[in-house]
């Protein structure tokens, strides 16, 4: 286990709606934190800051950010930001667009807008709520207020990832030519909620996607095995509301249940299992652990593993990772439990106002192991590294497990007793 640092990031200077946390083409981790203050005059930049965060190099270490580069979007807020894996593409969330840029990070690193399409068509109050890069980065999946899933194929440019330019930075086309050659393929559709759409989640395979609304319903969609590699409906998850748990606290929740949010295991099993998160207006939340069975003629058949109590806590935001779930709660508490027990491991108290999303440490992935630098002094070595943002304009980072009082108390009490009995033997002898 490595160094042990937990605490606040306060340099940030606009409310912080959008975070993730992903690898860069060089294998390095980089941070994307999007937000602003709106269209009005308010002297709240709209702003993305990508950034790296250096791990501790000793006991008395404080969280930090390295910033790389920032993209000001003038009056147009960033509610939203995902980070793909191909050619150093991001996605910011701007009203009812997606909006695409490209970032190269050497000595003189930049960002350039490449294109952006409309992603949502409510006839009221549209907008995008959630939009996630497929695991080999070369899907789009967003979803908001119309109520349905989108899955947009983007072509992107070839370049030599091999080959870098005096500078660092990557040698190939130049801008306008990228831009130009860059596609936004027509959507695939997938219809089937009929509320807001609040969270995405592709399979680590890329072949499926889960959706969840404030219509109380998840969804799992599969891509068929054989051409023409169409996506349909595979099954979808029980109810919100429904669990055998909620119905104990029946009276002590308020409100229509909905799934807020949902995520896939970090696997490449085609069987992954599923952890969702369910919230009334008022109660408790509660973290469900689901098993998937899928059919080779891609149907599914999903039950409920085991479910836990957030008691008197609404959770607005989730991650996992491959041994823990982190949890943001609208009284701006992080919880984090493990994966495989859904059992409460802590609770830190990390801002004033409601966690707006939690980005775990990207982890090496098979592809990018070998090639990746990770020499590089920005790697965690602790099996449990997250941040959480907020609309308060803090960042929390929580790396390693620091002992609670409990086992201070027991070290404590262990210490006495040996002193005790050393004594006593001590007089036992004279």
């Known amino acids: 286990m490595g160094l042990t640092m937990e605490g606040k990031i306060l340099t ?23 937000g602003g203050g709106g269209a009005a005059k308010s002297g709240i930049k709209n702003c993305m800051t990508l950034a790296r965060v250096p791990p501790p190099v000793d006991a008395t270490s404080k969280p930090l950010l390295d910033v790389v580069m920032e993209i000001d979007t003038g009056e147009q807020l960033i509610s939203g930001v995902a980070i793909g894996s191909k050619d150093e593409l991001l996605a910011l969330t701007m009203g009812n667009k997606t909006a695409v840029y490209r970032v190269t990070d050497g000595p003189k690193g930049k960002a350039i807008f490449v294109t952006d399409f409309q992603t949502d068509f409510a006839k009221e109050d549209s907008y995008q709520n959630v ?8 899907q789009l999946a967003t979803g908001g207020e119309d109520g349905i899933v989108r899955i947009w194929t983007l072509t992107i440019p070839s370049t030599d990832e091999n080959e870098d330019d005096e500078d660092g930075d990557q040698a190939d086309l130049d801008d306008a030519a990228y831009r130009k050659a860059f596609r936004v393929s027509a959507p695939i559709v997938l219809e089937g909620h009929n509320g807001c759409i ?24 599969s891509q068929t095995k054989k051409p023409p590699y169409t996506w349909k409906k595979a099954a979808t998850l029980g109810l919100a509301g429904e669990l055998a748990l909620q119905k104990e606290d029946k009276a002590t929740n308020r409100g229509k249940f909905v799934y807020r949010g949902c995520q896939f295991e970090v696997a490449d099993d085609d069987d992954a299992s599923i952890v969702t998160l369910q919230t009334p ?16 003629n891609g149907k599914a058949v999903v039950e409920e593993l085991s479910s836990v109590r957030l008691k008197d806590t609404i959770i607005c935001s ?62 965690f070595a602790d099996d449990i590294t997250f941040i959480s943002a907020s609309a308060d304009y803090s960042l929390y980072l929580v790396s390693g497990m620091q002992p609670s009082r409990v086992i201070y108390f027991l070290i404590f009490l262990a210490i006495f007793l040996y002193l005790a009995v050393f004594a006593y033997l001590g007089e036992q002898s004279r």
């Open 12 to 34: 940030i200077k606009y409310p912080i709606f959008g975070i993730d946390w992903q690898r860069d083409r060089r294998g390095q981790p980089l941070v994307a934190i999007a």
């Open 131 to 138: 939009v996630k890069f497929s695991p080999d980065g070369t």
């Open 318 to 379: 989730i991650a996992i990772s491959d041994k823990y779930i982190a949890c943001g709660s609208s009284d701006g508490q992080v919880l984090v439990y493990r994966f495989e027990t859904l059992t409460h491991v802590k609770t830190t108290t990390a801002h004033y106002l409601p966690s707006t999303g939690i980005a775990f440490f990207p982890p090496l992935s098979s592809d990018s192991s070998e090639d990746a630098d990770t020499s590089n002094g920005l790697e």
């Open 198 to 221: 609040n969270g995405l989640s592709w399979h680590a395979m890329g072949n499926k996607l889960l959706s969840c609304a404030k219509d109380g319903q998840c969804i799992l969609w």
């Open 281 to 296: 207006a008022r109660g408790s939340s509660y973290l469900t652990k689901w098993s998937v069975d899928v059919d080779k």
